[in-house]
Every structure is written in structure tokens, then in C-alpha cells.
Nanobody
Framework: VQLQASGGGLVQAGESLRLTCTAS????????VAWFRQAPGEEREFVAA????????YYADSMKDRSTISRDNAEKTVSLQITPAKLEDKTVYYC???????????????????WGQGTLVTVSS
């Protein structure tokens, strides 16, 4: 499985931000997929994840009131929507995937072996 992140760009504060991670290869349904983000000089932080197989989702506490993650196994995509966008959402977003990842590990960066290239989001006031 390979990952391609898209949807980054310029969005105004208060509007919706939508990112999509598109996978290629076989067995996508067996992969947990997560979104992380990383600002310059900061550690990469977990945003949201969709578990493999089932429809279970996870969110960072700071993002759960504004974020929705959804997966379409037929289209091999996982999307992240953030509403409303805030200035602090301006950063690079990465999608990551790991096969048969345990639910206890799904929010932890080091357990993901597959990463997309990152997509830059800029939020204007």
C-alpha cells in the first residue's frame, strides 16, 4: 500500500478544511489510517485515526470537537474534515497507515510504517 495526501492549500479561518488520503495497492481494509500534523520545530502530533476493518474512529482531545474522519474502503480513501478551521491548524498534515494495528496503538506515530508525502495547509484570518 502506498499513500497520497491531498487537499491542502489556503483556507480562511472559520471555513471547512478537508484532506484526503488515497491509497494504492491491495488490502486497504486491513490498514488503520491516521492523520498527523507537524509544525516547524515541533513534534508530529496525532489528529485522528480510522481503525482497520470496522468503523471505529479516534481523535486527539484537542481536535475531537472540530474534526471528522471517515474512510471509504471501496475507494481506498480516508478523509479528514476540520470545521471551523483555525489559525493554529496551519501546518503540514501527513496520513499514515499500518496493517492490523492494535486499537491501543492507533494514536501513536511510531507504530505506523507507511506515510504519505504531507500536504501543507495555510489558514488565513
Amino acid at each position: 500500500v502506498q499513500l497520497q495526501a491531498s487537499g491542502g492549500g489556503l483556507v480562511q479561518a472559520g471555513e471547512s478544511l478537508r484532506l484526503t488520503c488515497t491509497a494504492s495497492g491491495r488490502g486497504f481494509i486491513n490498514y488503520a489510517v491516521a492523520w498527523f500534523r507537524q509544525a516547524p520545530g515541533e513534534e508530529r502530533e496525532f489528529v485522528a485515526a480510522a481503525a482497520w476493518g470496522a468503523v471505529t474512529t479516534y481523535y486527539a482531545d484537542s481536535m475531537k470537537d472540530r474534526s471528522t474522519i471517515s474512510r471509504d474502503n471501496a475507494e481506498k480513501t480516508v478523509s479528514l474534515q476540520i470545521t471551523p478551521a483555525k489559525l493554529e491548524d496551519k501546518t503540514v498534515y501527513y496520513c499514515a497507515a499500518e496493517s492490523f494495528l492494535a486499537l491501543n496503538d492507533i494514536t501513536t506515530e511510531r507504530y505506523y510504517s507507511l506515510w504519505g508525502q504531507g500536504t501543507l495547509v495555510t489558514v488565513s484570518s
